[in-house]
Nanobody, 126 residues
Framework: QVQLVESGGGSVQSGGSLRLSCEVSGSLRSVYCMGWFRQAPGKEREGVAFKNIPYGGTAYTSSVKGRFTISRDNAKNTLYLQMDILKPEDTAMYYC???????????????????WGQGAQVTVSS
């Protein structure tokens, strides 16, 4: 059983930075991919950044490449999303998610992830 708890959301001006944290309780042995998704009002849930747990690879959606960084602290069992050069269009509820299906590479589809955190609001003002 894996549980995810996000923290670190907030409000920031355009160009600013925020770091989201996702504390993982339970064993990561059964988790193959972890990811960050976001959903703005009236829009579909969008995959933002992904990390393959066994192999360490990462992937990002094109709109955040070079601005966001996904990382993991094994000792703290925590996944992070460092968000720099934030833009108003980054405003959304951000969710941490885990995929316990074996894959060589992470899927960016939210339907592939079976465990979700409660979400953290990120608001970027212009």
């Amino acid at each position: 059983q894996v549980q995810l708890v996000e923290s670190g959301g907030g409000s920031v001006q355009s160009g600013g930075s925020l770091r989201l944290s996702c504390e993982v309780s339970g064993s990561l042995r059964s988790v193959y991919c972890m990811g960050w998704f976001r959903q703005a009002p009236g829009k579909e849930r969008e995959g933002v950044a992904f990390k393959n747990i066994p192999y360490g690879g990462t992937a990002y959606t094109s709109s955040v490449k070079g601005r966001f960084t996904i990382s993991r602290d094994n000792a703290k069992n925590t996944l992070y999303l460092q968000m720099d050069i934030l833009k108003p269009e980054d405003t959304a509820m951000y969710y941490c998610a885990a995929d316990r299906t074996f894959r060589d590479a992470c899927s960016m589809a939210w339907t592939a992830f079976d465990t979700w955190g409660q979400g953290a609001q990120v608001t970027v003002s212009s």
